[in-house]
């Protein structure tokens, strides 16, 4: 299992420990991810995540789990994230054509 958030892409970055004698040493950053079950309103289904914590921030203020989908970019997240935004666009397509 890799430390990616299957959202945003967010990945373990590089950096330096520097002491206070200005010494560097090399380490790594790692993303803060939680295990999450995100519900889709338009679906009426609940799907698990693997996310960042700022990530499930930035899925409550879009208003949920349908409307952060429609505003984030295809390139950084997850197959498993593009085939439900790929359902809910579907669906939601279905309703307004229904309407």
């Known amino acids: 299992m890799s430390r990616r958030c299957e959202l945003t892409g967010v990945g373990v970055m590089s950096g330096n420990n520097v002491s206070h004698s200005k010494r560097r040493t090399r380490r790594k950053f790692r993303p803060n991810l939680c295990n999450?079950?995100?519900?889709?309103?338009?679906?009426?289904q609940s799907f698990k995540f693997r996310i960042t914590a700022a990530a499930l921030r930035s899925?409550?203020?879009?208003?949920?789990?349908?409307?952060?989908?429609?505003?984030?970019?295809?390139?950084?997240?997850?197959?498993?994230?593009?085939?439900?935004?790929?359902?809910?666009?579907?669906?939601?397509k279905e309703e307004t054509a229904a309407a």
Not at 36 to 44: E, I, K, N, R
Not at 74 to 89: F, G, H, P, T
């Open 36 to 44: 999450v079950t995100l519900a889709s309103d338009v679906l009426s």
């Open 59 to 92: 899925v409550d203020h879009n208003g949920g789990l349908d409307g952060f989908l429609n505003k984030c970019k295809d390139e950084n997240m997850s197959e498993n994230a593009l085939k439900i935004k790929k359902a809910i666009r579907k669906k939601q």
